[in-house]
């Protein structure tokens, strides 16, 4: 398959702000979305941008039939382990349904793997889905360790009302 990837400008705020969504449809939580393509442009492509960005596109005749030649993506952030060192989180892995199994999604992780290691960074980390056993086979055959199971953790969140009241003093 006919594909390239490449560092995700400005310009494709609005086909990720697309992709976020869809991913947010396969993952039965579009509920959850709040970002939008004026958050993206904000956030990642400032002066400090929080996340970093790649794409995945496909030639012109290759396109979807709604249009699209961006066809995945991946966003990512550089971390710090206390233990380990430099890591790299890689936040979201997407390709739309009819290009997976192509190789698409290997290679944006490889990308970013990439550019861990040119960061200096020791590990790659990100969540997956429960359910989603074919991502969590496909991960594995990456190399890639569940440490749910081996280390016993589990990612917790705080946010709305409870970040509120947990900043105050």
């Known amino acids: 398959m006919d594909f390239s990837i490449r560092a995700a400008n400005v310009e494709d705020c609005k086909d990720i702000a697309r992709m976020i969504v869809e991913l947010a449809e396969y993952e039965k939580m579009t509920e959850h979305v709040k970002i939008t393509q004026r958050d993206l442009e904000q956030d990642g492509f400032s002066k400090n941008p929080f996340f970093h960005g790649i794409v995945a596109e496909v030639p012109e005749q290759l396109r979807t039939k709604d249009g699209h030649t961006k066809i995945g993506y991946a966003l990512y952030f550089y971390s710090y382990s206390s233990w380990a060192g430099r890591a790299v989180y890689m936040e979201d892995l997407y390709v739309m349904p009819e290009f997976r199994g192509k190789g698409i999604g290997k290679a944006l992780m490889s990308k970013v793997a990439q550019l861990g290691l040119a ?51």
Do not use: K
């Not at 074919?134 to 055959?141: A, T, V």
């Not at 890639?144 to 409870?162: F, L, N, P, V």
């Open 119 to 169: 960061a200096g960074c020791n590990q790659l980390n990100f969540t997956v889905l429960d359910w989603n056993q074919s991502s969590r086979d496909f991960y594995m055959s990456q190399g890639c360790s569940d440490i749910t199971t081996s280390m016993g953790y589990h990612c917790m969140r705080c946010e709305g009302e409870a970040l509120q009241h947990l900043a105050q003093p």
